[in-house]
């Protein structure tokens, strides 16, 4: 897929799912609830261990979703991820370079940013859609604030995001969610990927 088709899978989805775990073990299962939930754009963050691993076996097991890297605060990172087989990358910073990496090797980039400033850095550089974060934290006044002078820009709210909140962030603008560990705890177990595959859908039905 080339960097525009997986950007416009991304925006339609709506939901980027977060898997940072403290064990390389449990994100296979993680994955399977999430994927058999409904969830199919995943990204496996740069501090769950094995990452890189995780994000190549991804690919093999789920061909009809997208498993990019998260946490990307560098082009090391960036680097090491793509040739992992990374479709899209995910940063809590703003790093123009980052972008530039990204694009040479035709995947987007979801680029971290809060303020103005870096919203528009972002923007200029290249960004394919804005993280706002941390969201949560700031709250509704602020998103709503930040985002009339920049009502052209794609944000993907992160940080605080949870089952009762979802749909009124989506209401005040959000062009999407990531969703953490609300929706990504760790999975050992049968009944844990039960779980995990119950919430994944109920988040998809509340927003789709």
């Given amino acids: 897929m080339k960097r525009n088709e997986i950007t416009a899978l991304i925006e339609r989805e709506k939901i980027v799912a977060i898997i940072r775990l403290r064990k390389q073990d449990e994100v296979k299962n993680v994955l399977k609830g999430l994927v058999s939930g409904g969830i199919k754009v995943l990204e496996i963050t740069s501090n769950t261990p094995g990452f890189l691993e995780e994000i190549s076996k991804g690919r093999e097991l789920y061909d009809k979703a997208l498993i990019g890297a998260g946490t990307v605060t560098n082009t090391k990172i960036a680097a090491d991820a ?11 910073n703003t790093n123009a370079e980052v972008i530039k990496l990204a694009h040479k090797n035709n995947i987007p980039v979801l680029m971290g940013a809060l303020t103005p400033t870096e919203v528009c850095v972002a923007v200029e550089n290249g960004a394919d859609i804005v993280k706002l974060f941390p969201a949560g934290n700031m709250g509704f006044d602020y ?10 820009t794609k944000f993907f709210v992160v940080g605080g995001i949870d089952l009762e909140n979802a749909r009124d962030w989506m209401a005040a603008g959000a062009s999407g969610l990531g969703i953490g560990s609300v929706l990504t705890k760790s999975g050992t177990t049968a009944q844990d990927i039960a779980t995990i595959k119950h919430t994944a859908r109920q988040f998809v039905e509340r927003i789709k």
């Fill in 143 to 152: 998103f709503k604030a930040i985002r009339g002078p920049l009502s052209e």
């Fill in 82 to 92: 793509i040739k992992a087989g990374a479709q899209f990358l995910v940063t809590p």
